[in-house]
Antibody
Framework: QLQLQESGPGLVKPSETLSLTCTVS??????????WGWIRQPPGKGLEWIGS???????YYNPSLKSRVTISVDTSKNQFSLKLSSVTAADTAVYYC?????????WGQGTLVTVSS | QPVLTQSSSASASLGSSVKLTCTLS???????IAWHQQQPGKAPRYLMK???????NKGSGVPDRFSGSSSGADRYLTISNLQSEDEADYYC?????????FGGGTKLTVL
C-alpha cells in the first residue's frame, strides 16, 4: 500500500522560506506516468493546488504561486520536496503531498505550517 | 483552464440518498474529474475517477454506497444509505495542460 508522509517545520517566520519533504513508501517515486504534487488548505477553506513534478523531473506550478515555488525530487531517497519563498500569514495552511496519475489518488496525512513571527 | 462549481452545502437524512453536483465550465464538458471526501479533521481521501460517459472507477475500499454519473457538464456523486461517517466535505478535481483544479467543495450534513 502506497503511503506518503510530509515532514518539515510547523512554524515559519514571515519573509522566510517554507520547506517541506514528502517521503514515499510502498512504491517507487521513479515509476513512470506519475506526477507527485503539493496541495494546501488554509484553515477553514478549500483545497489549492500548488504544483507538481513528473517522474521525469519536469515541474508544473500554479500560476498564482509560480514565482515563489520550487518542487524537486530525490529519487535516491524516494522523496520530493517543496520550497515556498517569501511567506506571509496567507501561506498558513495544512500542506498535503499527493500522487497524481492525472488526478490525485493518494494523499499524505498533511502537515500544518503556520507563518508567524 | 477549467473551473469546477460545487454547491457550498447539502443535507440529507440518515439512511437516505444524496446526489452532489460538480459542474465543469463552458468548453470543458467532456473532462474527467475525480471526487474526494474529507472527513472532519482528516486528510482528503480519493473516492473515484468519473468520466463524461458516466463510467467511474472507485478507489480501494470505497463502499458500494458511493457511485458516480454524468450528464453534459455535470458530474454527480451519489451516496446511498447515508451513514453518519459520510458527513464530510466533498471536493471534485480536474486537470488540463499540467494544471490541477479543485472545486470549492460541498459540506454534507447527515441529519
Amino acid at each position: 500500500q502506497l503511503q506518503l508522509q510530509e515532514s518539515g517545520p510547523g512554524l515559519v517566520k514571515p519573509s522566510e522560506t517554507l520547506s517541506l519533504t514528502c517521503t514515499v513508501s510502498g512504491g517507487s517515486i521513479s515509476s513512470s506516468s506519475y506526477y507527485w504534487g503539493w496541495i494546501r488548505q488554509p484553515p477553514g477553506k478549500g483545497l489549492e493546488w500548488i504544483g507538481s513534478i513528473y517522474y521525469s523531473g519536469s515541474t508544473y506550478y500554479n500560476p498564482s504561486l509560480k514565482s515563489r515555488v520550487t518542487i524537486s525530487v530525490d529519487t535516491s531517497k524516494n522523496q520530493f520536496s517543496l520550497k515556498l519563498s517569501s511567506v506571509t500569514a496567507a501561506d498558513t495552511a495544512v500542506y498535503y503531498c499527493a500522487r497524481e496519475p492525472s488526478y490525485v489518488d493518494y494523499w499524505g496525512q498533511g502537515t500544518l505550517v503556520t507563518v508567524s513571527s | 483552464q477549467p473551473v469546477l462549481t460545487q454547491s457550498s452545502s447539502a443535507s440529507a437524512s440518515l439512511g437516505s440518498s444524496v446526489k452532489l453536483t460538480c459542474t465543469l465550465s463552458s468548453g470543458h464538458s467532456s473532462y474527467i474529474i475525480a471526487w474526494h471526501q474529507q472527513q472532519p479533521g482528516k486528510a482528503p481521501r480519493y473516492l473515484m475517477k468519473l468520466e463524461g460517459s458516466g463510467g467511474y472507477n472507485k478507489g480501494s475500499g470505497v463502499p458500494d454506497r458511493f457511485s458516480g454519473s454524468s450528464s453534459g457538464a455535470d458530474r454527480y456523486l451519489t451516496i446511498s444509505n447515508l451513514q453518519s461517517e459520510d458527513e464530510a466535505d466533498y471536493y471534485c478535481e480536474t486537470w488540463d495542460s499540467n494544471t490541477w483544479v479543485f472545486g470549492g467543495g460541498t459540506k454534507l450534513t447527515v441529519l
